[in-house]
Each structure stands twice: as structure tokens, then as C-alpha cells.
């Protein structure tokens, strides 16, 4: 039984997780893993009484973590963005493993933090299964239990808070502020909902999937964001007539022409598994080459969930250091050809179909009006449908669904749609994905 | 780089298919994995001319693979069940890591498998990933990605062929012989199909899981297995009404009493994830204490999804090989606690809800001669409902669910049920399980 001394900075909830778990289930993980996880050292700003720390040393001084030689391995568990990346720089540099459950930081400089890591020495390692998708063991598979595969794309609902509001607004036909509302009553959104419902989250998550499937940089500037804020209680119900489910989806795809990566609500088949992944869960679809469409889904967020990834990462990285000069350890933790710079496209380059809504006056001809203007820019209709206007009401709906096209084909035709006379208000685009 | 010569036994579908995907993505491979992997040796029982092998040199005898000085891991692929129970026993002893898709092997002579493996030297690894649920990572789900969790349930959709057709008679209405025959038209089906749709193949499956979640020896035989005959097209749409649907499922639990370990079909609410798992694909839901409800889906079988986890087994072990002395390759070989003898329970003292289907005469007071016999059990009844016979039939349907109850008093109740003068056909019965 090797000994293991980890060194814990924060003691928020996914760090009192961590403990929660070690205290329930360290015998356990020591029969399966071999590896005896003792909590050597936490560092915090300041110590909570009531949490267990299972005798582990307190100071409020981050490097402490780095510098006693009884921690073996760093757990960045803070959050923020500076001081995390800075710990895990200097525990990388000083030799010592860190598993981190930061998805901003490791999205905003992860190519720095692997270059550290290339530059430490053999014992170091840099984990962050934590940082996607919570409980779901998403990293790992893609890394390792799809590592055979040519990927074509990686799919996921990855914010659980947008997936918690359009599920509702589904069932409930409500609008989004209502639904909103009611996430944050039940805690589900934060007081300050921005970094959630504008898709900020969903993309430093979707940064990371990208750079792992497709050997791009960790490159947050490159992808395109949207979040779920236009999204409205009728979008909802004329996708669900035509079929489809609204969902916010973080979408790394390789194209005839380069990448997309893309944040944004789509329209997806209900019949599909992933439509049917509803309130806060999270899941990811994987389409490769040689494994077909799998599909991950589970808790995205939540102390004990994150904890459960974290230590699958403290595991792995702890049976990599059970033997002076094993090569377990940097595995799978470098990025061999990120180099390679695979070009991410501008949304304009992206295809997809459209779903479109087209507030109008109910007069004869609107509608070929509008399918003209898509005609002269190559977009060809698969569906349509036209609502009567509601009562005391004079405007009608008009909804389209195109085949699939390229976006600035779209942006093109629907500046043409918005200056018909006949349309009376902002017509809404929502992207429409098959996940075929 | 490190090159790590590959010893294939076999030339089928899977065999084929690791190959291919060698040619396709092996220097995706070697740059994510830092291992070269050159197959060096294949022994089948006859060589096939269309087959591209790489190069590598080709024997009839499978113990070549084993004395072959630069075969470093042997992938057993030939399928069956005694010679490739010996390739892989004399491989281990041999101190050479074997990788294979058998499940047939695993789950009959698992522990004698790991005891040859506890007996070999430090370089011998055994694993598996391709024997359960092909394409999905859920054996490393289950040892790696849960591992800090203490497991509550693990239920599977493990048998393609069952699902397809269980999918095709809940939506074309189909009954059972029907959709075997189409599902035997389009290959999804064996021209024998009883291995399948009588539930061995899920069974061998379970009995994997079992022992990795729940720490038992690999015993086939302490599972109870039924297969999917007895259902029929009635049952799935009585279900439906309900609000089920009815899924061939492998199911381990952990019990107050110990464990349990079972295939059938069972009705599972329509509105979880994994009963909108249709078609050949296969889906596992794991619940344990942490990571909460989690669930893996995606293709069961075919060449290139299984050797798509072959694989991912490979790159583990040819990683853990890199250097001598490195220790990653058995770390989670082992089964270091399965000596603990847990309990699998037997089938009268498993608990859940059942589906009821009584035949019976279009007289008044049948409902309440059942609901006595029931109740006298301390059976309660969830829902029921009456249908009226058919046009020109006098039997009507008694459909009821009842809450979770142990077996054992079901099958005494329905002892009775069955013997009143009013019932006039086998009554039918499948279990509910909620999934909670």
C-alpha cells in the first residue's frame, strides 16, 4: 500500500467533497487503487470550523501546499482565475502533480500550464477531468477509452443551469425570466446568472473538449457564444410541432474546410437521446470514426459530483507515483501535436440548418416574399409552418426550417427578410443541429 | 516513441477491425499515446487473402503469439471459450499482458484468470474493456472514472439484438416472432438466436460488471437469467399506457440484504433516459454515492466499435510497458478485495414492482378476488387497468403494478391468482424497476 499525501487548496464545496468522499469511501479507493489517500496539508483563506479535515495541517498560505515534502500531490480547488493559475504553475514547475476542477483556468491558459508542465520534471502531471461536465468521466474517455478514434464531433449540453431553464420553459411553457426566476429560487442559477446564461461557462468547457478531441491550443477567443437569453416560450413550442427540442449546446465539429467550435441554443430531433437529457443533467455525444455516436450523461455540477472526478484524477495520477521513475503519470497529460494549429473557423464558415421566425402582417404573398430571398442566397426550405395571428393580434408568424447551409449564406438572406415591408419586428435565428 | 508489437489471435470481424483502424488512425495513435503499435504477429486458423495484415507475420498455431519474443501484449480475438481461456491463461503466465473482447471467458473463468495474473510477473495485465457494451468505456467508467464511489446500482441495456427487437415491437406493434424474424433478416439477430434473446450474452456481461462494481467473484452462475420471448406486443402497449416501456436489462444492486444479480425484462418509466435507448444500442446506468446517476451509451457490437475498446486497452497497457520497472499496468488489473464473498442473493429475495397480466373470464368481482390475493401478501397495488376483451373474445385483461415488493411473496400470490376458477390463461409477469 503506497501512501499518498494530498495537498488541498480551498475548502468551498467541491473541496469539502473531496473530504466527504475520502471519509465515506478511503478504505475503498485503497483496496481498489492501491494507493492510501491521506489529506496532508489544505490551505484557505480561512479555516471552517465545521468541516472534517481529517487531520490534515491548515495554514492560509497557498505555497505551503507546494513546499511541505509530505504533499504529493496538489489539489487546485480554489476557483478564480489568477491565484489558481498561479498555484498550479509553481506546483507544476516544483515537480508536483495537480489535479484541478478549474475549467476557466485551464481554458484561458491551459497552453501555458502544459508548457510548464513539458518543462517539469517526470513526476509532474497536470488532470482537470473535473473541469467538464462534473461527474462524467468525458475527459477520460476522450482521452483515453475513445483514444483509437478519428473524432468527428464532440456535442454537449454542458451548463446546467441553461439546460435546468429550457427544460422548464419545455414543461411549463414559460418564458425565460420567469424560468429564470425560478432557477435561482431553487439554486440552480446565481444571483448573477451572466457567467451561466450567456454561455461564458458552456465555452471555457467546450475550450477544452476542443483542444483534447481535435489537438487544437486552449484557445477561449476562438470560439464563437451565444447564450439562451433571446431563446422564447414560442421558439419552444413551434421547434416542438416541427419535432425538435431547444437546448444549449457547446459543439466542437470537424468540417470539409477546418473547425467549428460554437456555443449557441439549437433545435435538436426529439427523438434523439440527447433532446431527451433534461433539467440540470449534463451529457456529451462523441461521434468518431470507429466507436460511432456514445453518449455521456450525468450530474454537471454539484460538491460531491465534481468531487467524484476530482479524485478519479487524484487516483490515476497517485498509481502513476507508486513507483520511483513509473511513466504513468504523463500519459495522457501532454498535448504532443497541439501544435499541429488546426484552424478554428469564423461562425460565418459554420453549416447548420436555421430555424427562423419571421414576425410579419397577415397579408397574402409574405411568405413567398421571404422564401424568394432565401432562394437567391441557395437556401432551400425543409419545413414551414404559419401561425394566425393571436386574438386582437394582426401579426402572424411566420417559421422556417432550412437545410443545412452555410451561416453567412443566412446573414445574408435574413438582412434582405428583415427589410421586407411586411416584416414588422426582429426575426429570430435559432441554429438547427441533426447530430448525425 | 516506444514500439509495442501487437500479437493478434484471430481474423474475424473484430480482428479486422482493430486492423483497420490501425491503418487508419495508428499515427494518431502513437502521437496521443506516445506508443508505437506494429502488429507483429497473427495466428487464425487460416489466413484470409482479402485481409490487409499490416505486415505482420501469420501462423496457424496460437502459441506462437506467446514464444514470439517481440509480441509484447496478446490480443485474444478468436472468440470461444476453451482455447481462448488457454491462450490467455498460458499468455499471463507467460508474463505477457493480454487484451480480449470475450465475455464468455471473463465472466465463466474470470477468477482463475486473475489468479494466473496474481501469479505472473509484474510486466502480465489482463483487460477487457471490449467484452461489455463494445464501443462504451464502462469498465473504465466503473474501475477509473467512479472509482472513489461506493456503487448502489449498475443497469444495462447489454444485448443489442434484444433491444432491436423489443424497439421494433414497441414501435411497429409488432409481436415477438415478427421482430425476430425481421431483426434475423437485417443481421441483427443470429440465424440461432438463443444465445441472444434467451439472455446468456447479457448475462455474461452482468456477471463482469458485478464483479467490478460490487468487489464479487466472477460467478455466471449465481445470476438469474430470463431472456425476451414471453413478452408480447400487449404487454409493451399495456406498458405504454402506463407509462413504461418494457427493456431487456442486466441488473446489479446492492441490497439491504446483500446483492442482487439479474437479466429479464423489466417496465421502466418512459420518461428516463434510458428507456429512450433504442434500437441495437446499449446503454449502462451506474448510481453510486458520489457521482450520483451517470449513464454510458452507444453501440454494443460490431468490428469497429469493438476494436475501438480493444484498443483503448492496448494504448493502456502499451503505455505501462514504456519503461521497465513502471508500474501503471496492473493497477487496475487486479481484483484485490474480491475475496470478500459478498452475497448474491437469490432471485425469491429481490425486490421490485411487477407488471401483472391476468387472463381472465368477463365477470363481475374478478378484480377484487385478485386484489384479496394480492393483499394477503402485502402486495399493494400502484395502478390498475381493465381492458375489455377483444370483439367476439370473452376474456378480458386484468393489467396491474404493483409497488416494490419481494419475489418471493409475488410468486405466492400468484399462485393463487392463477388457481381462481375466473382466470383462464397463464397470468403474465415482468418486474418494474424505477431506476431511482
Same mark, same amino acid.
Request: net charge negative.
Given at each position: 500500500m503506497n501512501d499518498i499525501g494530498l495537498g488541498i487548496a480551498g475548502l468551498g464545496t467541491v473541496a469539502q467533497g473531496v473530504l466527504q468522499i475520502l471519509s465515506n469511501n478511503g478504505a475503498a479507493i485503497a483496496q481498489r487503487s492501491g494507493c492510501q489517500l491521506r489529506v496532508q496539508r489544505i490551505a484557505s483563506r480561512s479555516a471552517r470550523d465545521?468541516? @472534517?479535515?481529517?487531520?490534515a495541517q491548515f495554514s492560509t498560505n497557498l505555497q505551503d501546499l507546494i513546499e !511541505?515534502? =509530505?504533499? @504529493?500531490i496538489v489539489l487546485e480547488?480554489?476557483? %478564480?482565475?489568477d491565484a489558481a493559475k498561479d498555484l498550479i504553475h509553481n506546483a507544476l514547475l516544483a515537480g508536483k502533480p495537480v489535479v484541478t476542477a478549474n475549467k476557466a483556468v485551464i481554458a484561458n491558459h491551459g497552453d501555458g500550464l502544459f508548457a510548464a508542465l513539458q518543462a517539469a520534471n517526470e513526476s509532474s502531471d497536470l488532470r482537470f477531468?473535473?473541469?467538464?461536465? %462534473?461527474?462524467?468521466p468525458i475527459i477520460s474517455a476522450i482521452r483515453?477509452?475513445?483514444?483509437a478514434n478519428r473524432f468527428e464531433h464532440v456535442v454537449g449540453i454542458i451548463n446546467g443551469t441553461c439546460n435546468y431553464i429550457l427544460t422548464a420553459m419545455q414543461n411549463d411553457g414559460a418564458q425565460f425570466s420567469d424560468a429564470l426566476a425560478t432557477a435561482q429560487e431553487l439554486g440552480y442559477?446565481?444571483? @448573477? $446568472?451572466g457567467f451561466d446564461i450567456d454561455g461564458i461557462d458552456a465555452a471555457h468547457k467546450l475550450t477544452i473538449l476542443l483542444a483534447l478531441a481535435f #489537438?487544437?491550443?486552449? @484557445?477561449?477567443?476562438a470560439l464563437h457564444v451565444e447564450g439562451?437569453?433571446?431563446?422564447t416560450a414560442e421558439d419552444i413550442r413551434y421547434a416542438a410541432e416541427l419535432g425538435y427540442r431547444i437546448k444549449h449546446l457547446g459543439i466542437a465539429r470537424r468540417s470539409e474546410d477546418g473547425l467549428e467550435a460554437r456555443v449557441h441554443p439549437a433545435l435538436i430531433p /426529439? *427523438? *434523439?437521446?440527447l433532446a431527451n437529457v433534461d433539467g440540470v443533467l449534463n451529457a456529451v455525444l462523441v461521434k468518431s470514426d470507429a466507436a460511432g455516436h456514445t453518449m455521456f450523461s450525468g450530474p454537471g455540477a454539484g460538491g460531491a459530483a465534481t468531487a467524484s472526478a476530482v479524485l478519479a484524477d487524484v487516483v490515476s495520477v497517485a498509481a502513476s507515483l507508486r513507483? $520511483?521513475?513509473? #511513466?504513468? +503519470?504523463k500519459r495522457t497529460a501532454g498535448? $504532443? !501535436?497541439?501544435?499541429?494549429? =488546426?484552424v478554428v473557423l469564423p461562425i460565418s464558415e459554420a453549416h447548420s440548418g436555421h430555424y427562423l421566425r419571421i414576425p410579419s402582417r !397577415?397579408? $397574402? +404573398?409574405v411568405f413567398a416574399r421571404v422564401a424568394e430571398a432565401l432562394s437567391r442566397h441557395e437556401i432551400s426550405i425543409e419545413a414551414a409552418i404559419q401561425k394566425e395571428p393571436d386574438a386582437g393580434q394582426d401579426v402572424v408568424s411566420i417559421v422556417i426550417l432550412t437545410h443545412t447551409v452555410q451561416e453567412a449564406k443566412v446573414v445574408a438572406a435574413l438582412e434582405e427578410v428583415q427589410d421586407?415591408? /411586411?416584416?414588422v419586428g426582429p426575426v429570430a435565428r435559432i441554429r438547427v443541429e441533426t447530430l448525425d
Amino acid at each position: 500500500m503506497n501512501d499518498i499525501g494530498l495537498g488541498i487548496a480551498g475548502l468551498g464545496t467541491v473541496a469539502q467533497g473531496v473530504l466527504q468522499i475520502l471519509s465515506n469511501n478511503g478504505a475503498a479507493i485503497a483496496q481498489r487503487s492501491g494507493c492510501q489517500l491521506r489529506v496532508q496539508r489544505i490551505a484557505s483563506r480561512s479555516a471552517r470550523d465545521e468541516v @472534517d479535515m481529517l487531520g490534515a495541517q491548515f495554514s492560509t498560505n497557498l505555497q505551503d501546499l507546494i513546499e !511541505d515534502p =509530505q504533499v @504529493d500531490i496538489v489539489l487546485e480547488l480554489i476557483g %478564480g482565475e489568477d491565484a489558481a493559475k498561479d498555484l498550479i504553475h509553481n506546483a507544476l514547475l516544483a515537480g508536483k502533480p495537480v489535479v484541478t476542477a478549474n475549467k476557466a483556468v485551464i481554458a484561458n491558459h491551459g497552453d501555458g500550464l502544459f508548457a510548464a508542465l513539458q518543462a517539469a520534471n517526470e513526476s509532474s502531471d497536470l488532470r482537470f477531468e473535473a473541469a467538464v461536465a %462534473g461527474a462524467i468521466p468525458i475527459i477520460s474517455a476522450i482521452r483515453e477509452g475513445l483514444v483509437a478514434n478519428r473524432f468527428e464531433h464532440v456535442v454537449g449540453i454542458i451548463n446546467g443551469t441553461c439546460n435546468y431553464i429550457l427544460t422548464a420553459m419545455q414543461n411549463d411553457g414559460a418564458q425565460f425570466s420567469d424560468a429564470l426566476a425560478t432557477a435561482q429560487e431553487l439554486g440552480y442559477a446565481e444571483a @448573477d $446568472p451572466g457567467f451561466d446564461i450567456d454561455g461564458i461557462d458552456a465555452a471555457h468547457k467546450l475550450t477544452i473538449l476542443l483542444a483534447l478531441a481535435f #489537438d487544437t491550443h486552449f @484557445d477561449f477567443s476562438a470560439l464563437h457564444v451565444e447564450g439562451i437569453t433571446a431563446v422564447t416560450a414560442e421558439d419552444i413550442r413551434y421547434a416542438a410541432e416541427l419535432g425538435y427540442r431547444i437546448k444549449h449546446l457547446g459543439i466542437a465539429r470537424r468540417s470539409e474546410d477546418g473547425l467549428e467550435a460554437r456555443v449557441h441554443p439549437a433545435l435538436i430531433p /426529439q *427523438q *434523439q437521446l440527447l433532446a431527451n437529457v433534461d433539467g440540470v443533467l449534463n451529457a456529451v455525444l462523441v461521434k468518431s470514426d470507429a466507436a460511432g455516436h456514445t453518449m455521456f450523461s450525468g450530474p454537471g455540477a454539484g460538491g460531491a459530483a465534481t468531487a467524484s472526478a476530482v479524485l478519479a484524477d487524484v487516483v490515476s495520477v497517485a498509481a502513476s507515483l507508486r513507483k $520511483p521513475g513509473a #511513466d504513468g +503519470g504523463k500519459r495522457t497529460a501532454g498535448a $504532443p !501535436d497541439r501544435a499541429a494549429e =488546426q484552424v478554428v473557423l469564423p461562425i460565418s464558415e459554420a453549416h447548420s440548418g436555421h430555424y427562423l421566425r419571421i414576425p410579419s402582417r !397577415d397579408e $397574402p +404573398g409574405v411568405f413567398a416574399r421571404v422564401a424568394e430571398a432565401l432562394s437567391r442566397h441557395e437556401i432551400s426550405i425543409e419545413a414551414a409552418i404559419q401561425k394566425e395571428p393571436d386574438a386582437g393580434q394582426d401579426v402572424v408568424s411566420i417559421v422556417i426550417l432550412t437545410h443545412t447551409v452555410q451561416e453567412a449564406k443566412v446573414v445574408a438572406a435574413l438582412e434582405e427578410v428583415q427589410d421586407l415591408p /411586411q416584416v414588422v419586428g426582429p426575426v429570430a435565428r435559432i441554429r438547427v443541429e441533426t447530430l448525425d
